[in-house]
């Protein structure tokens, strides 16, 4: 079983910018002859596996048949981090981010506002996606027969999210990607990205294997009861939704979409998930981050009802 290539940076590459864009450390790269395509590359902070969760989500997409950004292990300078590919055809399409979508929908929605908004429900994204408009992305294989719009799709997304943990799908980790005016299909979802707020990436070792109450289970239990989506239960201000919990929600609308969706993650194999998450290079993430993440997976798959 072969690990995971390191992309090394800048090969024949060159950066876009020079300063760090957001809370992150991020550098656009691009090739000058047009050959390859431009990435974002992804410093990883201290203390954090954000490379290998990123990784490994994009890997765990694709096994369940999910449109994602493309993504490899890399790093620059002797600095470890991931590498998302563009997925904006070198900027021929324009992504246009959830929480600009919304406002769109609803003048009053405060777009500058990530986490606790209570207007960020599923309802309200649900009011987005589900209008004839909006066009299916490209996918790995075939979407199920039973997912018919876009808002079908995201619900796999939202499936990914509460599989692998991740807590960070707020109004501007998902998008529509905008081909402008006389485009066969102006308007479609774009695919999954930004995944690195899962997998328990920023837990030590040290709490990964602490026992703590077993009469609240195991470490691995705990951690997963505890994910937190960014969606709110209702705009009359309720609590944070659980991942699994925004996956039934918007199942709710779409339950035919959300059976498929099950079926394609019950048909990933332990041994695909395992083998798919030992190719990490051991200089990149341990033994006892490998062991949780694969238990992770399993109990997340179970809180689904997969």
């Given at each position: 079983?072969?690990?995971?290539?390191?992309?090394?940076?800048?090969?024949?590459?060159v950066?876009?910018n020079?300063?760090?864009?957001?809370?992150?450390?991020?550098?656009?790269?691009?090739?000058?002859?047009?050959?390859e395509?431009?990435?974002?590359?992804?410093?990883?902070?201290?203390?954090?596996?954000?490379?290998?969760?990123?990784?490994?989500?994009?890997?765990?997409?694709?096994?369940?048949?999910?449109?994602?950004?493309?993504?490899?292990?890399?790093?620059?300078?002797?600095?470890?981090?991931?590498?998302?590919?563009?997925?904006?055809?070198?900027?021929?399409?324009?992504?246009v981010?959830?929480?600009?979508?919304?406002?769109?929908?609803?003048?009053?929605?405060?777009?500058?506002?990530?986490?606790?908004a209570?207007?960020?429900?599923?309802?309200?994204?649900?009011n987005?996606?589900?209008?004839?408009?909006?066009?299916?992305?490209?996918?790995?294989?075939?979407?199920?027969?039973?997912?018919?719009?876009?808002?079908?799709?995201?619900?796999?997304?939202?499936?990914?999210?509460?599989?692998?943990?991740?807590?960070?799908?707020?109004?501007?980790?998902?998008?529509?990607?905008?081909?402008?005016?006389?485009?066969?299909?102006?308007l479609?979802?774009?695919?999954?990205?930004?995944?690195?707020?899962?997998?328990?990436?920023?837990?030590?070792?040290?709490?990964?294997?602490?026992?703590?109450?077993?009469?609240?289970?195991?470490?691995?239990?705990?951690?997963?009861?505890?994910?937190?989506?960014?969606?709110?239960?209702?705009?009359?201000?309720?609590?944070?939704?659980?991942?699994?919990?925004?996956?039934?929600?918007?199942?709710?609308?779409?339950?035919?979409?959300?059976?498929?969706?099950?079926?394609?993650?019950?048909?990933?194999?332990?041994?695909?998930?395992?083998?798919?998450?030992?190719?990490?290079?051991?200089?990149?993430?341990?033994?006892?981050?490998?062991?949780?993440?694969?238990?992770?997976?399993?109990?997340?798959?179970?809180?689904?009802?997969?």
């Open positions: 079983m072969s690990e995971y290539a390191i992309l090394k940076l800048p090969g024949v590459r950066p876009e020079r300063e760090p864009l957001g809370s992150k450390q991020k550098l656009w790269w691009h090739d000058p002859t047009g050959n395509p431009r990435l974002l590359f992804k410093h990883n902070r201290p203390g954090t596996g954000e490379d290998w969760s990123e990784k490994l989500a994009a890997e765990l997409a694709q096994e369940l048949g999910l449109p994602h950004a493309r993504v490899e292990l890399a790093c620059v300078d002797g600095s470890s981090g991931a590498a998302i590919f563009d997925f904006t055809d070198n900027g021929q399409t324009a992504l981010h959830g929480n600009e979508l919304l406002e769109v929908v609803d003048p009053e929605y405060p777009k500058e506002k990530r986490r606790r209570r207007e960020y429900t599923i309802a309200a994204v649900h987005v996606l589900a209008r004839p408009g909006v066009g299916l992305p490209p996918a790995p294989i075939p979407f199920p027969a039973e997912v018919i719009d876009a808002f079908g799709v995201f619900l796999g997304y939202l499936m990914l999210d509460a599989w692998i943990g991740n807590t960070d799908r707020h109004h501007e980790n998902w998008g529509l990607l905008w081909r402008g005016e006389g485009a066969p299909r102006p479609t979802l774009a695919p999954s990205f930004d995944h690195a707020s899962s997998l328990g990436r920023e837990l030590t070792d040290d709490k990964r294997t602490r026992e703590g109450d077993s009469s609240q289970g195991t470490p691995t239990d705990r951690y997963a009861r505890r994910a937190k989506s960014a969606f709110c239960a209702s705009t009359d201000g309720g609590r944070p939704l659980l991942t699994w919990e925004a996956f039934q929600t918007a199942g709710a609308l779409r339950p035919e979409a959300a059976a498929a969706w099950l079926a394609r993650l019950r048909a990933v194999t332990p041994e695909t998930v395992r083998e798919t998450v030992e190719r990490v290079p051991g200089t990149r993430m341990s033994a006892v981050a490998k062991a949780f993440a694969c238990t992770l997976l399993q109990c997340n798959a179970k809180l689904l009802g997969a």
